[in-house]
């Protein structure tokens, strides 16, 4: 074993390691590619937030539905150094013309707050998980897998909500852990702060409302016997159901502020107001303010032996949904694997698209066995083996062996099915997108499976086994990014057979086809149609991005198409129908022998395909 301070170093030293692969990483070809609606955030969303603000038209500071006001304050630093943010010219009707310079450069300027910002966070992260688990190590390993994710890292660079929702949720699930762990009050104010920007990024953040609860009540029963012992079991109830509703107080205050648009404006999609976002929110409160009342009542008026005859059963009842939640998620992760990575679909779950989302391929005829591993199957494929095997690896020993943190892994893993479960609720089948906020919970889980592993017999004597994991870690995370580059949010694990997809590329490729059209002859005189953002931002010629072409097709020299667009426009899509118009677009996508094309990771359903129009050549 390593001395106290030895071992803070190292953990400093891999730390900061990790922190410069994600820099090192993230600002590689940063201002390189498009997303969808990422050009909506730069030109409209986040200018007309900073003007509402400064000229005080505090309606106008309705940006977005998500609503996505904290990223207006992260990514909107760049409004110091980028007054003009304007990316395109339209010098004819339908057609646009880019300035690809301009692109990259706001592209740039918008995205390196956002990755400076969850780069350096993962310090805050490390620092408070070192404060719940008074140890540097698992500390590190979780900061580490956070900071070498290609999904994590992926997301760090795209203008979306998204992209500050999991490190700001994250931030409230640990900073109320270390609440309940330590009682200090500054961690009421952090998870408070916390609170409100993840509501300030997307709605889903309310869901964090009950599972603050579940936490309290989780500490509640860990902590009786001691409470009890110092007759203090009243007291501390109530002194933590007064933190947790100041918490809900402060948060919604905060929140407003930030983002006055929700109270003063009536017509916010809809009367969304501040008051209409808590009715909404009803059912969850109410439940949560009885459950309040029936533990108050209880501890006030029950005689002793039967609280205690209640807690012991609720233990038990905690231990056993503990082990229940273990093997599910063991069982699922298992079940995935087997009917995936062996090539096999015994289950003939292939057919179902990952993007399927409420589709009626999705959300009717399905048994609930097979939409509860579509659900995980994209999260599943989206993280590194050695996550996975960590993962497995915690959950099956805790079915025998509670683990050393169990107090938090058991919610954590409570979170991942509750999430889900919400998600089949809704008939949603979730992304990788969606799923965003489960994955440092993952993290944590995997990091807590490393700690376990490195406790057995056999390893327990191995000096400087610590140090040995941490390389592990960061090699295999080195790789990770190393293989997905520069496509990391498009990151699907070597366990994934080829022919199968959990993500599209979502615009990204776009750039590539890009600069292969740039390459043409005489290219500022081409005309391109695309099925999808991502390419006309850098072409510097004319570009169309219509649903209807056949008026224009003469004029088009070159059509750029993607796995997205092949669903979008075809006209017999049971998904999304095309418009009719469509046809004459669509038949390239049944052509052979592209002029260009690109293949996302190595994947061929996730592909960008350029043809050369048969109006102006042939191929």
């Known amino acids: 074993m390593f001395p106290i301070k030895k071992k803070k170093i190292y953990a400093v030293i891999f730390l900061a390691s990790s922190l410069v692969i994600f820099f090192a990483f993230g600002f590689y070809r940063l201002s390189k590619f498009e997303t969808t609606d990422e050009h909506y955030w730069i030109q409209e969303r986040i200018p007309q937030y900073w003007e509402a603000v400064s000229e005080r038209k505090w309606k106008q500071t309705l940006i977005n539905d998500k609503p996505g006001i904290s990223l207006a304050y992260v990514s909107g630093f760049a409004m110091f150094f980028e007054k003009n943010v304007e990316l395109y010219t339209n010098p004819e009707k339908h057609v646009s013309v880019y300035n690809p310079a301009a692109t990259e450069r706001l592209n740039f300027v918008f995205r390196v707050p956002i990755l400076i910002f969850n780069g350096l966070f993962s310090i805050f992260f490390f620092w408070i998980i070192r404060r719940i688990s008074k140890n540097d190590w698992l500390a590190l390993w979780f900061s580490s897998f956070i900071l070498l994710s290609p999904i994590l890292l992926g997301i760090s660079r795209i203008i979306n909500p998204d992209t500050l929702l999991w490190v700001f949720s994250t931030a409230v699930i640990f900073s109320f852990i270390a609440f309940l762990e330590s009682k200090e009050k500054k961690f009421i104010i952090f998870t408070s702060l916390f609170l409100g920007c993840a509501l300030l990024s997307k709605y889903i953040a309310t869901v964090l409302f009950p599972f603050l609860f579940i936490l309290l009540i989780l500490d509640l029963i860990r902590n009786y016997e001691k409470w009890n012992e110092e007759k203090q079991l009243k007291i501390n109830f109530l002194k933590l159901s007064s933190y947790y509703w100041a918490v809900v107080l402060a948060s919604f205050a905060f929140f407003a502020f930030l983002f006055p648009a929700v109270i003063l404006d009536k017509d916010y999609y809809q009367q969304k107001t501040i008051i209409t976002i808590l009715f909404e929110l009803k059912l969850i409160f109410l439940f949560l303010i009885l459950v309040n009342a029936f533990i108050l009542t209880a501890v006030n008026f029950l005689k002793k032996e039967y609280i205690i005859s209640i807690y012991k059963r609720l233990a038990k009842l905690r231990d056993i949904s503990a082990k229940l939640v273990y093997l599910v998620l063991a069982l699922i992760f298992i079940l995935i694997l087997a009917n995936w990575t062996l090539g096999h679909d015994f289950m003939n779950l292939s057919r179902i698209p990952f993007d399927a989302r409420k589709d009626l391929v999705f959300s009717q005829g399905l048994p609930l066995n097979q939409k509860i591993l579509l659900e995980f199957y994209?999260?599943?494929?989206?993280?590194?083996?050695?996550?996975?095997?960590?993962?497995?690896?915690?959950?099956?020993?805790s079915l025998f062996r509670k683990n050393s943190f169990d107090w938090i892994t058991f919610p954590a893993s409570l979170f991942l099915l509750?999430?889900?479960?919400?998600?089949?609720?809704?008939?949603?089948?979730?992304?990788?997108?969606?799923?965003?906020?489960?994955?440092?919970?993952?993290?944590?889980?995997?990091?807590?499976?490393?700690?376990?592993?490195?406790k057995i017999f056999s390893f327990s004597k191995i000096k400087g086994k610590e140090f040995i994991i941490s390389l592990v870690i960061l090699l295999a995370g080195l790789t990770s990014l190393w293989g997905s580059k520069p496509f990391y949010f498009e990151y699907t694990n070597i366990l994934l057979p080829k022919n199968y997809l959990i993500t599209g590329s979502w615009g990204e490729g776009g750039y590539e086809a890009a600069q292969y059209l740039n390459s043409l002859p005489d290219a500022k005189n081409l005309t391109v149609w695309t099925d999808y953002s991502g390419t006309c931002e850098f072409f510097v010629g004319k570009c169309l991005n219509l649903y209807e072409v056949k008026n224009l097709k003469n004029s088009i020299n070159y059509y750029v198409l993607t796995r997205r667009g092949e669903i979008r426009y075809n006209p017999d899509s049971i998904r999304w129908p095309g418009n009719p118009n469509n046809v004459d677009a669509y038949m390239y996508y049944k052509k052979e022998n592209p002029a260009w094309k690109l293949e996302i990771n190595g994947r061929p359903g996730d592909f960008i395909k350029i043809y050369q129009s048969d109006a102006t050549g042939k191929n």
């Open 378 to 397: 994209p999260l599943v494929y989206s993280l590194s083996p050695l996550v996975i095997i960590s993962l497995l690896f915690l959950w099956i020993r």
């Open 418 to 454: 509750a999430y889900i479960a919400a998600s089949l609720v809704n008939n949603l089948l979730t992304t990788i997108r969606y799923s965003i906020m489960l994955y440092p919970l993952l993290f944590f889980l995997a990091s807590v499976g490393v700690f376990e592993f490195l």
